[in-house]
T-cell receptor, first 115, second 111 residues
């Protein structure tokens, strides 16, 4: 079975540009998570969805960040406008069921560099 | 806020050696997990622990859920080069709640 698929793997952009990160969760998984990883702050949960509905977005840094899950097989994380401090690796993860949120399956991540 | 402290931050060992790392918290977690992240990839779940005192093995890996529910330990026996990576502990307060991740232990294994 295919794992969690993220695109692009790498993104280099200039400050002020809009960035869209994409994620396809594992088929049959109904919970989806967006994490950000930096050296300074480690792995931070940005937002998670259950059955396509945002459940907890308290980790979203600010209004420049938005996430959507229009259907069970696709989610996007958008940063507009991007800033250099947004440079990080962004991971998408999915899992099955609302009660098993600890068994996360992570994608390979998107390495974002904002110049 | 909640914080998990992992130690050591990094380890440099020779192939064949055993490895021990731990994770501590000032608050109680009811589930402890250990993930491994290979370079350029996302974390992968290694072991999940659900009961205080539980000892669980996965091949050469053994993890324990501390009696106080405020700590967990991971041991790797007879390390091999592919054990290289970052090992993260994670805690969960209640079933269905978000995970709190530690800062990670970077493991380097010299052949």
């Amino acid at each position: 079975d295919a794992g969690v698929i993220q695109s692009p793997r790498h993104e280099v952009t200039e400050m002020g540009q809009e960035v869209t990160l994409r994620c396809k969760p594992i088929s049959g998984h109904n919970s989806l998570f967006w994490y950000r990883q930096t050296m300074m702050r480690g792995l931070e949960l940005l937002i998670y969805f259950n059955n396509n509905v945002p459940i907890d977005d308290s980790g979203m840094p600010e209004d420049r960040f938005s996430a959507k899950m229009p259907n069970a097989s696709f989610s996007t994380l958008k940063i507009q406008p991007s800033e250099p401090r947004d440079s990080a690796v962004y991971f998408c993860a999915s899992t099955r069921g609302a009660g098993g949120l600890e068994k996360l399956f992570f994608g390979s991540g998107t390495q974002l560099s904002v110049l | 806020g909640q914080q998990l402290n992992q130690s050591p931050q990094s380890m440099f060992i020779q192939e064949g050696e055993d490895v021990s790392m731990n994770c501590t918290s000032s608050s109680i977690f009811n589930t402890w997990l250990w993930y491994k992240q290979d370079p350029g990839e996302g974390p992968v779940l290694l072991i999940a622990l659900y009961k205080a005192g539980e000892l669980t093995s996965n091949g050469r890996l053994t993890a324990q859920f501390g009696i106080t529910r405020k700590d967990s330990f991971l041991n790797i026996s007879a390390s091999i080069p592919s054990d290289v990576g970052i090992y993260f502990c994670a805690g969960q307060k209640a079933r269905g709640s978000r995970l709190t991740f530690g800062e990670g232990t970077q493991l380097t294994v010299n052949p």
